[in-house]
């Protein structure tokens, strides 16, 4: 028992509201751990949560999700808050060093025990401890002689002076509405007076079954006086047959904090591979302190031996790599923006819900999430799920479309929230790319301000404390990007699309953009009815009423997205209109997630924004906030099969009587190859196959892109409606191993891009006058109200 923790979370905590600077004022801080007192009748909460959690279940706001709740509980963020919580200790801790740890709070807080004030912090991101030991208490009252008491302050309302040290809270898909809370766990940790401290692994794979870890510790020696010291490293198979390794270092601890650097090289290594190109080998490494025969302490560490390297993609001249290579094989990213967490509002988190999105992750074939700018560096159970299902993930720290200040204070203080991010995360085999910046390079405000510079400072730094590499920020290549400096085919946004709104087809957009990476390409949709009678109040769901804007739906464009991918606007009903944009939706990202699959090994990944949503919204997510998928999730799963047979066709609307043209590829992901496969094809109409059907022997190359067929059909001259065309591929013995289809349009083209652009034109003059205003699709709010 050299260390010993004693959890504080859970929903034994009690909090109260107080105007600014009251709560010191009225001596909330002093108040003792008292059975009855002043703080008796405060409201319960629940650590780790959030403020408006908190208070939704105490009934004093409505439910922030539903309706056009959020800007109703706006007010929260005008007070500062008091969490209390009595406790008591085990006193097995005394004689110990006694800290008190906090792994988050957002965002800023002051906290004291027993009366006595521990300190202050600022920044969501870093854990941050106070020394408790001449401060705890052993007495034996009824229920804890301890009161730790947090004041957290009234959160911050201008992004542009957090970035970096808080999530992100005001864009086009934000209410206005600031989360705050404690949103991480808080432990009493007592240890001997030398303990063990932030484990760095850096890995060097030199074959597929040999590799050198290289292991770094922070010795903490709390006395006041050098101790000679052995550091024992312990590495085995955590769920692996392995051999088992060891490695002592001999060390003198001067007080403070020591870094020791010991080494093993691991002659038997098991690798750990995304789930696409081989297993998810885990390694538990343990290092212990002695001194003599005595242990003083001990950490565990789960990690997986693997390298990550970067490499430039061939076919441009390029400033930046963007090939992912995971021990020295290539790593197409078959990407989704993760959308987290899975709220926005920390309190209705749960490791349930981490662990039935990330399943879905796996089973839509996705190999890569991308946590961009816009949303928190996500939790340790986040990447342990992602470590054991093989799904490597690109963190992006929280600096998101704004122009940030360049003095010193700011950077420093962003400096400090993205290191200690690193520290946390970086020993997790599933981390494979850091970030600085999402959309930072994007406006004439970006290229006059201190952004680029932000950026370089943030890669300097982190490079002191990870070997993962790291990209400045994305998209690089936008026109304000290039105007800054940075080269056009670099990395790009394909957002355009969805924001036109109708301006360009779906087959005129996304092959038109010639780069070596897309961290972000949008297709939007309604969540089922189901879901949508949870936030959107009766009388509103049909007609649409406000709060479908006010949940984000941009109406028109979902209208003319259904139009170009129907040739119907689906407004019959609500039935009608939700099952259309979900295949919309699905639709559109078929076309374009498979051209740019088929263009590797050019292009390097492709990242879909987003898997899921951390609200109630009418947007992006392919599952929705309540974890229920779209009819788009079929989509993207077959459109991610590692192996893909591929449709690459130049329009959606072919007319009656005219040659319909298309050629196949065969798209494959994986570090092996296919022998002795069947490619076939049909295209149907009206539900009869057609005389355009066939079939190829075929060879498949390992990690390859490759066009096999040219297919060819004379559509009828009375031709109506729609066709399909169905790809299969088979192995020798017969079985159907991966497969595709698609419909298209019997139409005219021109005709139908002329419509889209009328619809645009009536959409953008109602912008125009209304504003970017949720109320532009109900022009009768604006009249005078008596």
Not at 242 to 268: K, L
Not at 317 to 322: A, K, Q
Not at 630 to 651: G, I, V
């Amino acid at each position: 028992m050299s260390r010993i923790n004693l959890d504080l979370t859970g929903c034994r905590w009690q909090m109260e509201r107080m105007r600014p600077g009251q709560g010191e004022i009225e001596g909330l801080h002093l108040l003792p751990a008292e059975y009855q007192g002043t703080h008796f009748s405060w409201n319960f909460g629940t650590v780790p949560g959030d403020v408006y959690t908190d208070l939704h279940r105490a009934n004093e706001i409505e439910d922030p999700y539903f309706g056009r709740n959020m800007h109703r509980a706006k007010w929260v963020a005008d007070y500062e808050w008091w969490y209390c919580h009595r406790f008591a200790v085990p006193d097995e801790m005394q004689g110990k060093k006694v800290r008190i740890i906090f792994e988050g709070v957002d965002y800023s807080c002051s906290v004291w025990l027993n009366g006595t004030f521990l300190g202050r912090h600022e920044g969501m991101f870093s854990e941050f401890e106070f020394d408790i030991t001449d401060v705890v208490s052993y007495e034996d009252w009824r229920d804890g002689s301890n009161m730790l008491m947090i004041k957290l302050d009234p959160p911050p309302k201008n992004y542009r002076n957090c970035g970096g040290k808080k999530v992100n809270f005001s864009g086009d898909y934000f209410s206005g509405l600031v989360p705050f809370g404690i949103w991480r766990p808080i432990r009493v940790e007592a240890t001997d007076m030398v303990r063990v401290d932030n484990i760095r692994t850096d890995v060097k794979v030199h074959s597929e079954d040999k590799a050198t870890l290289t292991a770094s510790y922070e010795i903490v020696n709390h006395s006041n006086k050098a101790k000679s010291v052995t550091i024992a490293s312990h590495l085995v198979g955590h769920n692996c047959e392995t051999h088992e390794y060891s490695a002592e270092t001999e060390v003198i601890a001067e007080p403070g904090v020591n870094t020791v650097h010991t080494q093993m090289i691991v002659a038997h290594a098991k690798l750990w591979w995304p789930w696409d190109m081989g297993d998810q080998n885990l390694y538990q490494l343990t290092a212990s302190i002695r001194e003599g025969d005595e242990v003083l302490d001990s950490k565990d560490e789960v990690i997986g031996l693997r390298e990550v390297k970067m490499e430039f993609n061939p076919g441009y001249d390029n400033e930046f790599p963007w090939t992912f290579m995971i021990n020295g094989k290539r790593h197409f990213l078959r990407s989704a923006c993760w959308g987290g967490q899975p709220s926005f509002l920390y309190g209705r988190n749960s490791l349930k819900k981490y662990e039935d999105r990330v399943a879905m992750v796996k089973e839509a074939n996705i190999n890569n999430l991308r946590i961009f700018g816009w949303h928190p560096p996500e939790t340790p159970e986040f990447y342990r799920l992602c470590d054991e299902l093989g799904i490597t993930v690109w963190t992006n720290f929280t600096l998101a479309t704004q122009a940030y200040p360049s003095d010193k204070e700011f950077v420093d203080g962003v400096l400090h929230e993205c290191v200690e991010t690193v520290k946390a995360r970086r020993n997790h085999p599933s981390q494979i790319f850091w970030m600085g910046g999402e959309e930072v390079f994007f406006s004439g405000a970006h290229e006059r301000s201190g952004n680029k510079q932000l950026m370089e400072v943030i890669g300097d730094t982190v490079a002191q404390y990870t070997n993962v590499p790291y990209g400045l920020a994305s998209p690089l290549s936008s026109e304000s990007g290039q105007n800054i400096g940075f080269r056009p085919n670099e990395s790009m946004h394909a957002n355009e699309h969805y924001y036109q709104g109708g301006k360009e087809f779906m087959e005129e957009y996304y092959p038109s953009l010639d780069c070596a990476i897309i961290p972000e390409l949008t297709a939007a949709s309604a969540p089922s009815i189901d879901s949508l009678k949870k936030f959107i109040p009766e009388d509103e769901l049909w007609p649409m009423g406000p709060s479908w804007a006010y949940h984000w739906a941009d109406i028109d464009i979902l209208k003319n997205l259904n139009f170009e991918v129907f040739n119907d606007y689906k407004m019959g009903s609500l039935e009608e209109f939700v099952e259309a944009t979900q295949i919309a939706q699905g639709t559109v990202i078929q076309f374009a997630l498979e051209t740019y699959r088929r263009r590797k090994p050019k292009m390097s990944g492709v990242s879909l924004c987003h898997f899921m949503t951390h609200v109630p919204d009418i947007k992006w997510g392919i599952i929705d906030y309540y974890g229920k998928k779209k009819l788009a999730f079929d989509w993207l799963k077959r459109t991610y099969q590692p192996l893909l047979p591929s449709l690459n066709f130049e329009k959606r609307r072919w007319s009656a009587g005219s040659k319909f043209h298309a050629d196949i590829w065969v798209v494959n992901d994986h570090q092996f190859d296919y022998s002795d496969l069947t490619l076939s094809w049909v295209v149907k109409y009206q539900s009869k196959a057609t005389d355009a059907a066939g079939s190829v022997e075929i060879q498949v190359a390992t990690d390859s892109a490759e066009q096999f067929v040219d297919i060819d059909w004379d559509i009828p001259a009375d031709a109506e409606g729609t066709f399909d065309i169905e790809i299969t591929l088979s192995n020798a013995q017969g079985e159907q191993i991966a497969d595709n289809c698609y419909t298209l349009l019997i139409g005219d083209q021109a005709a139908a891009k002329q419509q889209s652009l009328d619809y645009l034109a009536e959409a953008e003059e109602k912008l125009a006058k209304y504003g970017h205003s949720i109320y532009r699709y109900w022009p009768e709010m604006w009249q005078e109200i008596e």
